[in-house]
T-cell receptor, first 113, second 114 residues
Framework: AQSVAQPEDQVNVAEGNPLTVKCTYSVSGNPYLFWYVQYPNRGLQFLLKYITGDNLVKGSYGFEAEFNKSQTSFHLKKPSALVSDSALYFCAVLGANDYKLSFGAGTTVTVRA | DAGVIQSPRHEVTEMGQEVTLRCKPISGHNSLFWYRQTMMRGLELLIYFNNNVPIDDSGMPEDRFSAKMPNASFSTLKIQPSEPRDSAVYFC????????????FGSGTRLTVV
């Protein structure tokens, strides 16, 4: 069975500082990995995905994530956080032969001015 | 494309009443998912349709919940009778199976059962 762990319930950073949201996964075979962001009272919005190829994936709003197969991680990063990045972030994994995305519990990011 | 469209955005109903949530997936997508989001349980997959056929309903909490997809452009999630513990945000998502592009989510229906 596939699963995702987001070890931090909350991440707090100052505006302008780097932001990292951690994610580790467990899946049989090659993983497809995703990050979604949820703003208050909104649905989940796709940020970026890793399917194959370059381990560093760039996505929307200046976010990027690095796939590390040996550590089974897919951490989300942004070099300089904005107050508007404050939201709930979900990591998700899909097995190569599966249809069902498995989501982590989510990490609440708060960026203070 | 208008994305995944859900209605209503908010629903307040009394315990015991029937509630119907609606979803229009993205045209061309052949997979549809219903999720429930609560503070306690996070995101829970309720049911998955592929080509309008229910494939996995193991997440449907009990017989009070039912879902249908009569055609490729419409799905409903019904709760009858509703209970206060059903209060949550219900999301519909669609995707094109085989492309592994992930899901596109609707804006959700916030259900409050009083």
């Amino acid at each position: 069975a596939q699963s995702v762990a987001q070890p931090e319930d909350q991440v707090n950073v100052a505006e302008g500082n780097p932001l990292t949201v951690k994610c580790t996964y467990s899946v049989s075979g090659n993983p497809y990995l995703f990050w979604y962001v949820q703003y208050p009272n909104r649905g989940l919005q796709f940020l970026l995905k890793y399917i194959t190829g370059d381990n560093l994936v760039k996505g929307s709003y200046g976010f990027e994530a690095e796939f590390n197969k040996s550590q089974t991680s897919f951490h989300l990063k942004k070099p300089s956080a904005l107050v508007s990045d404050s939201a709930l972030y979900f990591c998700a994994v899909l097995g190569a032969n599966d249809y069902k995305l498995s989501f982590g519990a989510g990490t609440t990011v708060t960026v203070r001015a | 494309d208008a994305g995944v469209i859900q209605s209503p955005r908010h629903e307040v109903t009394e315990m015991g009443q029937e509630v119907t949530l609606r979803c229009k997936p993205i045209s061309g997508h052949n997979s549809l998912f219903w999720y429930r989001q609560t503070m306690m349980r996070g995101l829970e997959l309720l049911i998955y349709f592929n080509n309008n056929v229910p494939i996995d309903d193991s997440g449907m909490p009990e017989d009070r919940f039912s879902a249908k997809m009569p055609n490729a452009s419409f799905s409903t999630l019904k709760i009858q009778p509703s209970e206060p513990r059903d209060s949550a945000v219900y999301f519909c998502a669609s995707s094109f199976q085989g492309q592994n592009y992930g899901y596109t989510f609707g804006s959700g229906t916030r259900l409050t059962v009083v």
